[in-house]
């Protein structure tokens, strides 16, 4: 069993930064793809972007340039780190692990975590 924890949210600043961690444990991290989704109300769970194991990462056109997912697999980690925030950045964020079709569906993970609300003021 895979268990995923965000941490790191939290209320900013339009133009301020966050970084979200998500830690992983019950299996070996370093071989999952990890992706990172966002909820704002009444919409659509969406895709911010992936880190594969190999390295390579994908992002949403609305984060490019500005969100940034990295990885520390000694410490099973993965981290979204958030600059020039925006009020529409605003949503509960979600780590998910080991996709097993297209990336950027949320239906095709496998594990989740439970959230952490970002909120940027304006």
């Known amino acids: 069993q895979v268990q995923l924890a965000e941490s790191g949210g939290g209320l900013v600043q339009a133009g301020g930064s966050l970084r979200l961690s998500c830690a992983v444990s019950?299996?070996?991290?370093?071989?999952?793809?990890m992706g990172w989704f966002r909820q704002a109300p009444g919409k659509e769970r969406e895709f911010v972007g992936i880190?594969?194991?190999?390295?390579?990462?994908n992002y949403a056109d609305s984060v490019k340039g500005r969100f940034t997912i990295s990885r520390d697999n000694a410490k099973s980690t993965v981290y979204l780190q958030m600059n020039s925030l925006k009020p529409e950045d605003t949503a509960v964020y979600y780590c998910?692990?080991?996709?097993?079709?297209?990336?950027?569906?949320?239906?095709?993970?496998?594990?989740w975590g439970q959230g952490t609300q970002v909120t940027v003021s304006s």
């Open positions: 998910a692990a080991d996709p097993f079709g297209s990336y950027s569906s949320p239906r095709v993970y496998h594990y």
């Open positions: 019950g299996r070996t991290f370093s071989g999952y793809a």
């Open positions: 880190r594969w194991s190999g390295g390579s990462r």
